[in-house]
């Protein structure tokens, strides 16, 4: 894993880490335990804002005081609320099929997500076009896929891949630069994308495995442990094996299911949130101690 000593200072008030490993790393540059904070990678609000409540509500339905420590007050009724809701519905194939249904995509149909991450890197084509050959191959009457790629920036990939002769036994969705990442992840079933640790982060968070087809050397490697230690995904370069293992799985339903089980136990929904209240915790106390 790629870490520079710049990442850590053992003079902060607290350092936030999102993994085991990186908490290690701090220790090992003498960031003491008590110093060390670990809720999870932040993400945006798109990944958990229908999962968790509402703080603008909470705010507004419940006016703080002007004695009060109005940060405890509000992030207080937010654990409370957070505490009470599931951080996943049970009825997962429902909101799968109204968020493809939203995305003009095939209802009741395994869909595999191909990113590429903002800049489209990691193969995309390649990877792209073999796993909707196999997925292609593998469709019947009884049993048809969808694959949606999002081609980030990556004008030329998006334009080959539009192109490309898919056949009638799939449907492709060629996407380029999207805001609504969340809402594609969540109609999916697996996504094949390049090791970045927010993308992990958000897929865990929907419960997709994840095929993690590259890596930054050094940045993103100590990635691939984290998904195949977690049981929810593994690592593969060569586009034919990524598309075969990727069908594997789609054809495996209780495999699957598994794997979006430990993805979700791997998820960290309210990391952002919990970061923003101990931040908010921080500055109320210095506040009052200078009082």
Partial sequence: MGVTQTWFNSCVDKCFVPSDALYQCAIDRNVEPEQIVQHG??????????NLPDVTKIIS???????????????GRFSKEKDNKKSFS??????????????SLEVDT???????????????????????????????ENQRYQMVVV??????????????????????????FV????????????????????????????????????YLPGQEEGNVPYVEDNNFGTYCGNP?????TVVSW???????SKMQASALKAARPSATIDIAKDLADILFESVTNRR
């Fill in 151 to 176: 081609c980030g920036n990556n004008k030329d990939a998006k334009e080959t891949l539009s192109s490309y002769e898919w056949g009638e036994k799939i449907s492709v969705n060629v996407q380029g």
């Fill in 110 to 140: 395994l869909t595999a997500l191909v990113v590429g991450g903002g800049d489209g890197m990691g193969g995309i084509i390649s990877t792209a076009q073999c796993l909707g050959d196999q997925l292609s191959k593998k469709s019947s």
């Fill in 179 to 214: 805001n609504n990442m969340d809402e594609w992840m969540r109609a999916s079933d697996v996504i094949v994308t390049k090791a970045g640790p927010g993308t992990i982060a958000e897929a865990s968070i929907c419960g997709l495995p994840c095929l993690l087809s590259s």
């Fill in 240 to 244: 034919n094996e990524i598309a075969s």
């Fill in 61 to 75: 339905d419940s006016p703080i005081s002007g004695n009060s420590n109005i940060f405890a007050d509000i992030f």
């Fill in 90 to 103: 049970n009825d997962e194939s429902n909101i799968k099929n109204s968020m493809r249904s939203k995305l």
């Fill in 41 to 50: 990678l932040p993400i945006r609000r798109g990944f958990w804002g229908d």
């Fill in 250 to 256: 789609l054809n495996e339903p209780e495999m699957l």
